[in-house]
């Protein structure tokens, strides 16, 4: 596929009320394709590729899109089984490498990347892998060496998936955004719809990878050619800010950014700071 520079997205406000606002921002956006998958496309200039987590959709990105347009051309694909994307064939879907592989089949240029939780570990592996892809690679959210206790805690909940009915969001929500601000509300309900919207098997399919993935190796990340930015919140119980350091410690070009107050759907809750700091991450390393 190319990189399509001409699909464009402009969003347009009615009003300046700020919960019709947050109410239009997460709305569902046009898609192009992206290989086998679906994309939002916004923009022009290098592309820009963002990755979302499980159980969410592109949409997930839209404070991002529209703040990274103005610089880059944006695609935000929907993982397999998610969002507009349709579900692997029977064979796939059953290892990270399979989530890598369709995004780096659909690339034909080096990108700006960033991924989101297993997006984050999609992002990386990528990086890792295909390193002439990949210009720079924001890593949001992710784990890295989980404790034993949420090691157990996520293969259970993995398990606990039948692939065939909806799972229960309330427990998800609550770890996504735990204590957040009330003005968080909005953010946690396109969520909950987004997860309730999930093909169940294509969210079981992605969380049961999610579930037995531990983050790169620590070789592999000392391997990490691109430059490399490790964001998480400083509330965020599962992807700590110890886990962002100890990965930007180990990449060659590695560094850091805790976003103060934010847990797990940081690029939702504290969109600004987080689209500013890969606007900032981007055009630095890109000098």
């Known amino acids: 596929m190319a990189l399509a520079e001409e699909c464009l997205f402009v969003k347009t406000l009615q009003t300046a009320d700020p919960a019709a606002m947050a109410r239009d921002l997460w ?7 992206f290989g086998p998958l679906s994309a939002i496309c916004a923009g022009r200039g290098a592309p820009c590729l963002l990755l979302h ?11 991002q899109i529209d703040a990274l347009s103005a610089r880059f051309a944006v695609i935000a694909p929907d993982m397999p089984g998610h ?32 991924g989101h939780s297993m997006g984050a570990l999609i992002a990386l592996s990528l990086s890792i892998r295909h390193p002439r892809l990949v210009r720079g690679v924001a890593a949001l959210n992710a784990i890295h060496r989980r404790p ?22 309330t427990a998800t929500l609550a770890r996504w955004f735990g204590g957040s601000a009330p003005e968080a509300a909005l953010e946690a309900e396109a969520c909950r719809a987004w997860l309730r919207a999930a093909d169940p098997a294509g969210y079981k399919a992605a969380y049961s990878v999610f579930a037995r993935e531990d983050g790169p190796a620590e070789a592999d990340l000392r391997r990490l050619a691109a430059p490399a930015l490790f964001l998480t919140g400083d509330a965020e119980p599962n992807a700590t800010p110890a886990m962002a350091r100890a ?3 180990l990449a ?8 103060e107050g934010a847990a797990h759907m940081a ?6 700071e987080v689209s500013h700091a890969l606007i900032t991450f981007f055009e630095e390393a890109d000098a």
Request: no cysteine; net charge neutral; hydrophobic share 50%.
């Open 53 to 63: 987590g499980v159980g969410l959709r592109a949409e997930a990105w839209n404070a």
């Open 27 to 33: 709305k569902n956006r046009p898609r192009s394709a």
């Open 83 to 114: 969002g507009e994307s349709p579900i692997w064939a029977s064979a796939g879907g059953r290892a990270l490498s399979n989530y890598v592989d369709v995004i780096a089949d659909g690339l034909e240029t080096p990108v700006w990347l960033a």
């Open 148 to 169: 034993s206790e949420a090691a157990a805690a996520v293969r259970a909940r993995a398990a606990a998936l039948d692939g065939v009915s909806p799972a229960d969001p």
């Open 267 to 272: 690029p939702m809750t504290h969109a600004a």
């Open 247 to 249: 990965m930007a410690a």
């Open 252 to 259: 060659p070009k590695g560094a850091a950014h805790i976003v």
